[in-house]
C-alpha cells in the first residue's frame, strides 16, 4: 500500500524557521514527482512546491526564496525546509505524490498527468507569538 | 499567475445532478483533475486527465474539459458526497493551481 506521513509541525514564532518531513512507503520518492500543498484555517488548498524526478524544484510565488523542497532518497523522504515564516503561513500542509507519465517518441517526451493520488494526513504549522 | 475560478457553493436533492463548473484561461490546453474533502480529512482525487475516475471511484462521478471551462458532474448524488470539491490544473510547464473550492450541500 502506497502510504505518505508527515511530521515536523509546531508552533513557531514569526520569522522563525521549521522543517517538515513527508515519509514515503509502498513507492519511491525520487522516481515521482511530488508536491506540498497548504490549506489554511477555512481556506481552499493551495498548491506551494514541486520537486521533479530529476531534482529539480519549482515554487509558488508565496513561498518562492523561503522555502525549499528536497528529498533524501536513503530514507525515502521528503523534506519542506520553511524560514522568515510569516502569520499567513499558518495551514495544514499535505504532502502528494504527482502521478506523471512520460513517454518518449523519437526526442519528443510526452507528459500525461495522472493527478495528485496519494496524500498524506497532513501536519499543522501555526505561527504565532 | 493563472488562476481557476469555481463557484462557492452548490446544493443538490438527494438521488439529482449537480455540476461544478471551474473556469481558466485555455483550460482544454492542460490536464484537470478534480479532488474531494470531507471536513478534518484529506483531499481524494476523483476525477484526473479531464474524464477519467481512479479506481474505486463511484460511476456517478464524471468530468469533461471544453476551452476555458471544466465540469465535475455527480449524477444521483448521495448524502456521502457532501464535501468540498476543487479542480486542479496541470501542465508540463508549471505546476498545480487549484481551483478557489466549491462546497456542495446535499440536502
Known amino acids: 500500500e502506497m502510504q505518505l506521513v508527515e511530521s515536523g509541525g509546531k508552533l513557531v514564532e514569526p520569522g522563525g524557521s521549521l522543517r517538515l518531513s513527508c515519509a514515503a512507503s509502498g513507492f519511491t520518492v525520487s522516481s515521482n514527482y511530488m508536491s506540498w500543498v497548504r490549506q489554511a484555517p477555512g481556506r481552499g488548498l493551495e498548491w506551494i512546491s514541486l520537486i521533479y524526478r530529476g531534482g529539480g524544484t519549482y515554487y509558488a510565488d508565496s513561498v518562492k526564496a523561503r522555502f525549499t523542497v528536497s528529498r533524501d532518497d536513503s530514507k525515502n523522504t521528503l523534506y519542506l525546509q520553511m524560514s522568515r515564516l510569516r502569520a499567513e503561513d499558518t495551514a495544514v500542509y499535505f504532502c502528494a505524490r504527482d502521478n506523471v507519465v512520460i513517454t518518449t517518441s523519437g526526442s519528443l517526451s510526452h507528459y500525461y498527468y495522472h493527478g495528485m493520488d496519494v496524500w498524506g494526513q497532513g501536519t499543522t504549522v501555526t505561527v504565532s507569538s | 499567475s493563472y488562476e481557476l475560478t469555481q463557484p462557492p457553493s452548490l446544493s443538490v436533492s438527494p438521488g439529482q445532478t449537480v455540476s461544478i463548473a471551474c473556469s481558466g484561461d485555455n483550460l482544454d490546453n492542460k490536464f484537470v483533475c478534480w479532488y474531494q474533502q470531507k471536513p478534518g480529512q484529506s483531499p481524494v482525487m476523483v476525477i484526473y486527465?479531464?474524464?477519467k475516475r481512479p479506481s474505486g471511484i463511484p460511476e456517478r462521478f464524471s468530468g469533461s474539459n471544453s476551452g476555458n471551462a471544466a465540469t465535475l458532474t455527480i449524477s444521483g448524488a448521495q448524502a456521502m458526497d457532501e464535501a468540498d470539491y476543487y479542480c486542479?490544473?496541470?501542465?508540463?510547464?508549471?505546476?498545480?493551481?487549484f481551483g478557489t473550492g466549491t462546497k456542495v450541500t446535499v440536502l
Open positions: 486527465q479531464d474524464t
Open positions: 486542479q490544473a496541470w501542465d508540463s510547464s508549471t505546476a498545480g493551481v
